[in-house]
C-alpha cells in the first residue's frame, strides 16, 4: 500500500524542479534513498506497532525471549523494505534515467539498507510504545539515527555514478548495521520490562 | 502439582504517573483454590492481575506467584505456567483460528493438546478457517479459552470472565477453571456477573480505589 506514495511522491518532484533530465538523471538516485527512508520508516513503525499488548503479552507469558523477538520483526521489516526499495527502484529509473553502474554494489547496498532502517524502526516503535503522541516521536527518534545510513546510501550511490570507490561507505553501512543490530537486542528485554 | 500457596503477596503497591494504582495488597491464594475479584471500574483488578500474571513489576510490595519472587528474574521460570485471559484477545486479527492456536501449540513448551482438538472442544471446529478479526466476540473468548486448554496453566487468571459469553460458553469457563483447581493450581477471576462467579470460586476478594476492601491474603 505504501509503494504506490513512494511513486506518486517520485511523480510529483519532477513537476516542481522541471523536467530537465540532465537534473533528474543527476538527482534521481538522492530522491529514491528520500523516499526510502521517509516511507520505509513509515512501513517498518506501522509493521512493528500492529501487534498490540496482549499479543505482546501472549509471546511474553509463552516464554519468547524478547531479543529473538527483536530479530523476527527486524528480518520481517527488513524484506518489506527492500521489496519496497526494488519497487520504488523500478519507478526511479522509469521515470528519472539515473546514470548508475555496479548494480553489483546496488545489490549489496540495498539490502543494508533495508536492514538498518527495519531495525530503527523496530527500535523506534519498541521504545515509543503505549506513549502519546507515538506518531509524532518516533520519527524525532528515527532522524537523526538514519542520517549515517542515508550518508552511506547515498554516497555510494553517488560514488558508483562516477566511477569511484565505495567499499568505505558499504563499510559505514555494514558497521551501523551490527551497531543497530546490538542495540535492538540489548534494549529488547529491558523495553519489554518497562 | 504446587502445594504452596498459588498466589502469596504482600503489601503490593503499583504507582504511575501521577496515580498510585495499587496500594499495599496482600493476597494470597492457595493451591487447589480459585478467588473471586471483585471491584468497581478503574479499582485496579487489571492492573492487579498483569502483576501476577508477573507482566507488570511492582512498585512496592513482597511475594511470590508459583514460588517465584516477583520483581525478579525467577518470574521467567514460571511464566509458562500461568495463563491470562485478558480483556482483549491475545489473537493476531490477520491469522486464521488454527493459525493462532497453532502459533501458541508451537511456542508451548508442552502442550497437552493440540490446536485442532482445542478448538473442539470449544465448539470452534468448524470455525477454524475464519481469521480471529471476522469472529465474533464470543468465538474470540471461546478461542482464548482452547489457548488455555492447550496450555494448562497452574494459575490461571481470567479478567471480566463472563462477558459476551453465552450460557454454553460461560460453562467452558466454569470448566477451565474447575480444571486448574481439581489439578491443585490456583485460579483469580475477574468478573461484574457476581452470581456467575461466586459458582466457581471459594473466596471473594473486593478491590476498591487500589486496595483491598474485603478478604485478600
Known amino acids: 500500500m505504501v509503494i504506490p506514495f513512494g511513486a506518486v511522491a517520485l511523480l510529483v518532484i519532477p ?16 530522491l529514491f534513498w528520500a523516499v526510502v527512508l521517509l516511507f520505509g520508516v513509515l512501513v517498518t513503525q506501522r509493521e ?24 523476527a520483526t527486524a528480518i520481517a521489516n527488513t524484506i518489506l523494505v527492500l521489496v519496497f526499495e526494488v519497487a520504488v527502484g523500478a519507478i526511479t529509473i522509469v521515470l528519472y534515467d539515473p546514470d548508475v553502474v555496479g548494480w553489483g554494489w546496488i545489490a549489496l547496498v540495498l539490502p543494508l539498507v533495508a536492514a538498518g532502517l527495519a531495525m530503527l524502526g523496530t527500535i523506534a516503535a519498541s521504545v515509543t510504545t503505549g506513549l502519546g503522541g507515538r506518531g509524532a516521536l518516533a520519527p524525532l527518534l528515527i532522524a537523526p539515527i538514519a542520517i549515517p545510513i542515508m550518508l552511506g546510501a547515498a554516497q555510494a550511490t553517488e560514488g558508483l555514478r562516477v566511477g569511484a570507490g565505495i567499499l568505505r561507505w558499504v563499510l559505514v553501512l555494514a558497521v551501523v548495521d551490527v ?16 | 502439582m504446587p502445594s504452596t500457596p498459588v498466589v502469596d503477596v504482600a503489601g503490593i503497591a503499583l504507582r504511575r504517573p501521577n496515580v498510585l494504582v495499587l496500594r499495599h495488597v496482600d493476597l494470597l491464594v492457595a493451591a487447589g483454590e480459585a478467588v473471586g475479584l471483585f471491584g468497581a471500574n478503574g479499582s485496579g483488578k487489571t492492573t492487579l492481575l498483569r502483576v501476577l500474571a ?3 513489576r511492582p ?17 521467567e521460570q514460571v511464566r509458562p505456567r500461568i495463563g491470562l485471559i485478558g480483556h482483549e484477545p491475545a489473537l493476531y486479527p490477520h491469522l486464521t483460528l488454527s ?10 513448551a508442552a502442550p ?14 468448524a470455525a477454524g478457517r475464519r481469521r480471529a478479526a471476522h469472529c465474533s466476540n464470543g468465538m474470540r473468548r471461546r478461542a482464548e479459552f482452547a489457548r488455555v486448554l492447550i496450555t494448562k496453566p497452574d494459575l490461571l487468571l481470567l479478567d471480566e470472565a463472563h462477558v459476551g459469553l453465552d450460557p454454553e460458553a460461560s460453562e467452558l469457563v466454569e470448566h477451565l477453571v474447575g480444571d486448574v483447581v481439581e489439578r491443585g493450581g490456583g485460579a483469580v ?5 457476581r452470581d456467575r462467579a461466586a459458582r466457581i470460586v471459594q473466596r471473594t476478594v473486593v478491590l476498591s480505589d487500589g486496595r483491598i476492601e474485603w478478604g485478600g491474603g
Open chain 1, 15 to 30: 513537476m516542481a524542479v522541471g523536467i530537465e533530465t540532465t537534473l533528474l538523471a543527476r538527482i534521481g538516485p538522492g
Open chain 1, 48 to 71: 512493528s506497532g500492529a501487534e498490540g499488548s496482549p499479543q505482546r503479552d501472549l509471546l511474553t507469558l509463552l516464554g519468547v525471549d524478547p531479543a529473538a523477538r527483536f530479530a
Open chain 1, 179 to 194: 551497531l543497530l543490530m546490538l542495540a535492538g537486542v540489548l534494549t529488547a528485554r529491558p523495553l519489554e520490562e518497562s
Open chain 2, 54 to 56: 508477573t507482566l507488570v
Open chain 2, 59 to 75: 512498585s512496592g510490595g513482597t511475594g511470590s506467584v508459583l514460588g517465584s519472587r516477583l520483581g525478579t528474574p525467577e518470574v
Open chain 2, 99 to 108: 493459525e493462532n492456536l497453532g502459533l501458541v501449540e508451537s511456542l508451548c
Open chain 2, 112 to 125: 497437552t493438546m493440540s490446536a485442532a482438538d482445542a478448538l473442539g472442544a470449544v465448539g470452534l471446529a
Open chain 2, 189 to 193: 477471576v475477574v468478573s461484574h456477573e
